[in-house]
Protein backbone atom coordinates (compact mmCIF):
# COMPACT_ATOMS: atom_id res chain seq x y z
CA UNK A 1 0.00 0.00 0.00
CA UNK A 2 1.29 3.15 -0.36
CA UNK A 3 2.07 5.41 2.50
CA UNK A 4 0.10 8.50 4.24
CA UNK A 5 1.42 11.56 1.02
CA UNK A 6 0.94 15.22 2.02
CA UNK A 7 0.99 17.91 -0.47
CA UNK A 8 2.60 20.74 -0.47
CA UNK A 9 5.65 19.18 0.92
CA UNK A 10 7.38 23.39 1.70
CA UNK A 11 5.34 26.26 1.72
CA UNK A 12 6.09 29.68 2.04
CA UNK A 13 3.55 32.60 3.03
CA UNK A 14 3.25 35.67 4.75
CA UNK A 15 1.21 36.88 8.20
CA UNK A 16 -2.42 37.63 7.43
CA UNK A 17 -2.79 35.15 4.60
CA UNK A 18 -4.66 31.50 4.17
CA UNK A 19 -2.95 28.65 3.79
CA UNK A 20 -4.48 25.02 2.82
CA UNK A 21 -2.41 21.72 3.43
CA UNK A 22 -3.68 18.45 2.26
CA UNK A 23 -3.42 14.83 3.60
CA UNK A 24 -3.89 11.66 1.84
CA UNK A 25 -4.54 8.86 4.06
CA UNK A 26 -3.43 5.68 3.63
CA UNK A 27 -5.82 3.37 1.24
CA UNK A 28 -8.09 2.17 4.15
CA UNK A 29 -7.64 4.42 6.53
CA UNK A 30 -10.66 6.49 7.83
CA UNK A 31 -9.33 8.39 10.53
CA UNK A 32 -6.91 11.31 9.69
CA UNK A 33 -5.34 13.39 12.62
CA UNK A 34 -3.38 16.80 12.23
CA UNK A 35 -0.27 17.39 14.13
CA UNK A 36 1.90 20.74 14.26
CA UNK A 37 5.36 20.29 15.32
CA UNK A 38 7.50 23.11 16.24
CA UNK A 39 11.08 23.79 18.03
CA UNK A 40 9.55 25.20 21.15
CA UNK A 41 6.19 23.56 21.51
CA UNK A 42 6.94 20.10 20.13
CA UNK A 43 4.40 18.02 18.70
CA UNK A 44 0.97 18.97 19.49
CA UNK A 45 -2.59 17.43 18.01
CA UNK A 46 -4.33 19.89 16.24
CA UNK A 47 -7.39 17.77 15.51
CA UNK A 48 -8.84 14.46 13.92
CA UNK A 49 -11.36 13.33 11.62
CA UNK A 50 -13.52 9.54 10.71
CA UNK A 51 -15.50 9.80 8.38
CA UNK A 52 -15.77 13.23 7.54
CA UNK A 53 -16.59 14.05 11.18
CA UNK A 54 -14.40 16.08 13.36
CA UNK A 55 -13.60 13.59 16.37
CA UNK A 56 -10.95 14.98 19.01
CA UNK A 57 -9.94 18.75 19.04
CA UNK A 58 -6.71 20.12 20.41
CA UNK A 59 -6.29 23.18 21.94
CA UNK A 60 -6.07 25.50 18.99
CA UNK A 61 -7.61 28.75 18.00
CA UNK A 62 -10.30 28.77 15.76
CA UNK A 63 -8.19 30.03 12.60
CA UNK A 64 -7.19 26.75 12.32
CA UNK A 65 -9.78 24.56 10.75
CA UNK A 66 -9.99 21.16 9.09
CA UNK A 67 -12.16 18.54 6.64
CA UNK A 68 -12.12 15.12 5.36
CA UNK A 69 -14.07 14.31 2.47
CA UNK A 70 -15.71 11.17 1.19
CA UNK A 71 -12.48 9.61 0.09
CA UNK A 72 -11.08 10.36 3.20
CA UNK A 73 -8.50 13.13 2.06
CA UNK A 74 -8.22 15.69 4.57
CA UNK A 75 -7.39 19.26 4.48
CA UNK A 76 -6.59 21.43 7.13
CA UNK A 77 -6.58 25.06 6.86
CA UNK A 78 -5.16 27.73 8.53
CA UNK A 79 -6.44 31.33 8.42
CA UNK A 80 -4.60 34.96 9.30
CA UNK A 81 -1.46 33.43 9.15
CA UNK A 82 1.09 34.54 12.25
CA UNK A 83 4.78 34.30 12.21
CA UNK A 84 4.24 31.35 15.09
CA UNK A 85 2.52 29.38 12.74
CA UNK A 86 5.71 28.25 11.22
CA UNK A 87 6.36 24.59 11.99
CA UNK A 88 6.15 21.37 10.04
CA UNK A 89 2.50 20.08 9.69
CA UNK A 90 2.23 16.47 10.19
CA UNK A 91 -0.57 13.94 9.29
CA UNK A 92 -1.41 10.75 10.33
CA UNK A 93 -3.90 7.83 9.05
CA UNK A 94 -5.37 4.30 11.17
CA UNK A 95 -7.63 2.33 10.40
CA UNK A 96 -9.86 3.47 13.29
CA UNK A 97 -8.44 3.38 16.52
CA UNK A 98 -5.20 1.95 16.35
CA UNK A 99 -1.54 2.84 15.13
CA UNK A 100 -0.88 5.51 13.28
CA UNK A 101 1.07 6.68 9.99
CA UNK A 102 2.66 9.77 9.32
CA UNK A 103 2.99 11.60 6.35
CA UNK A 104 6.55 13.76 5.61
CA UNK A 105 4.89 16.43 6.79
CA UNK A 106 4.52 19.79 5.31
CA UNK A 107 7.21 22.65 6.52
CA UNK A 108 5.20 26.07 6.43
CA UNK A 109 7.56 28.98 6.82
CA UNK A 110 5.81 32.10 7.44
CA UNK A 111 7.42 35.25 7.11
CA UNK B 1 -4.77 15.60 31.54
CA UNK B 2 -2.54 13.69 29.13
CA UNK B 3 1.12 14.03 30.04
CA UNK B 4 4.00 12.21 28.04
CA UNK B 5 7.58 12.68 29.82
CA UNK B 6 11.06 11.62 28.23
CA UNK B 7 14.70 12.66 28.95
CA UNK B 8 16.00 14.79 26.60
CA UNK B 9 19.37 13.60 25.25
CA UNK B 10 21.25 9.87 25.69
CA UNK B 11 24.78 9.28 23.95
CA UNK B 12 26.06 5.58 23.55
CA UNK B 13 29.06 3.67 21.69
CA UNK B 14 28.06 2.46 18.45
CA UNK B 15 27.61 -1.71 19.61
CA UNK B 16 26.06 -0.70 23.20
CA UNK B 17 22.77 -1.29 23.84
CA UNK B 18 20.26 2.04 24.10
CA UNK B 19 17.75 2.33 26.52
CA UNK B 20 15.18 4.97 26.55
CA UNK B 21 12.23 5.31 29.24
CA UNK B 22 9.29 7.54 29.21
CA UNK B 23 6.42 8.12 31.76
CA UNK B 24 2.55 8.96 30.51
CA UNK B 25 -0.27 10.19 32.78
CA UNK B 26 -3.67 8.58 30.86
CA UNK B 27 -3.93 4.87 32.22
CA UNK B 28 -6.69 4.62 29.87
CA UNK B 29 -4.48 4.83 26.57
CA UNK B 30 -4.97 1.88 24.13
CA UNK B 31 -1.62 1.85 22.55
CA UNK B 32 2.00 3.87 23.58
CA UNK B 33 4.62 4.41 20.61
CA UNK B 34 8.10 4.84 19.68
CA UNK B 35 8.69 7.23 16.90
CA UNK B 36 11.96 7.88 15.15
CA UNK B 37 12.27 10.85 13.57
CA UNK B 38 15.74 12.17 12.05
CA UNK B 39 16.48 15.67 10.70
CA UNK B 40 14.47 17.55 8.02
CA UNK B 41 11.96 14.22 8.67
CA UNK B 42 8.78 13.24 9.06
CA UNK B 43 7.58 10.77 11.98
CA UNK B 44 8.71 7.07 11.13
CA UNK B 45 7.00 4.23 13.30
CA UNK B 46 9.28 2.07 14.98
CA UNK B 47 6.85 0.42 17.27
CA UNK B 48 3.83 0.01 19.74
CA UNK B 49 2.81 -1.83 22.58
CA UNK B 50 -0.82 -2.02 23.14
CA UNK B 51 -1.68 -1.13 26.78
CA UNK B 52 -2.44 -4.77 27.90
CA UNK B 53 0.88 -6.25 26.99
CA UNK B 54 4.00 -6.39 28.97
CA UNK B 55 6.83 -6.80 26.10
CA UNK B 56 7.34 -6.65 22.91
CA UNK B 57 10.43 -7.81 20.78
CA UNK B 58 11.26 -6.59 17.20
CA UNK B 59 14.56 -7.39 15.83
CA UNK B 60 16.59 -5.03 17.60
CA UNK B 61 13.97 -3.29 19.47
CA UNK B 62 12.47 -4.31 22.57
CA UNK B 63 9.89 -2.50 24.20
CA UNK B 64 8.97 -3.03 28.16
CA UNK B 65 5.48 -1.28 29.45
CA UNK B 66 4.81 -1.14 33.35
CA UNK B 67 1.13 -0.57 33.26
CA UNK B 68 1.03 -0.23 37.07
CA UNK B 69 3.75 2.95 37.09
CA UNK B 70 3.04 3.99 33.56
CA UNK B 71 6.31 3.25 32.50
CA UNK B 72 7.46 2.84 29.06
CA UNK B 73 10.78 1.87 27.97
CA UNK B 74 12.30 1.41 24.48
CA UNK B 75 15.54 -0.92 24.16
CA UNK B 76 17.43 -1.13 20.62
CA UNK B 77 20.38 -3.39 20.57
CA UNK B 78 23.59 -3.40 19.02
CA UNK B 79 23.23 0.74 18.22
CA UNK B 80 24.62 1.90 15.23
CA UNK B 81 25.15 5.35 13.98
CA UNK B 82 22.34 5.21 11.87
CA UNK B 83 20.48 4.77 14.88
CA UNK B 84 21.06 8.80 16.01
CA UNK B 85 17.53 10.28 15.63
CA UNK B 86 14.84 11.59 18.22
CA UNK B 87 12.81 9.19 19.54
CA UNK B 88 9.39 10.09 20.52
CA UNK B 89 7.39 8.30 22.91
CA UNK B 90 3.45 8.38 22.53
CA UNK B 91 0.31 7.54 23.96
CA UNK B 92 -2.96 7.08 21.69
CA UNK B 93 -6.59 7.57 22.99
CA UNK B 94 -8.80 6.77 20.09
CA UNK B 95 -7.29 9.16 17.02
CA UNK B 96 -5.24 11.32 19.20
CA UNK B 97 -1.85 10.98 19.78
CA UNK B 98 0.23 12.92 23.00
CA UNK B 99 4.06 12.65 22.36
CA UNK B 100 6.83 13.22 24.69
CA UNK B 101 9.29 15.98 23.95
CA UNK B 102 11.87 13.43 22.05
CA UNK B 103 14.76 11.88 23.44
CA UNK B 104 17.85 12.40 21.12
CA UNK B 105 20.10 9.89 20.41
CA UNK B 106 23.53 10.40 19.66
CA UNK B 107 25.91 7.09 18.76
CA UNK B 108 29.25 7.34 19.39
CA UNK B 109 31.42 5.47 16.65
Known amino acids: KAGVTQTPRYLIKTRGQQVTLSCSPI?????VSWYQQTPGQGLQFLFEYFSETQRNKGNFPGRFSGRQFSNSRSEMNVSTLELGDSALYLC??????????FGPGTRLTVL | GEDVEQSLFLSVREGDSSVINCTYT??????LYWYKQEPGAGLQLLTYIFSNMDMKQDQRLTVLLNKKDKHLSLRIADTQTGDSAIYFC?????????FGDGTTLTVKP
Open chain 2, 90 to 98: AESIGGKST
Open chain 2, 26 to 31: DSSSTY
Open chain 1, 92 to 101: ASSEQNNEQF
Open chain 1, 27 to 31: SGHRS
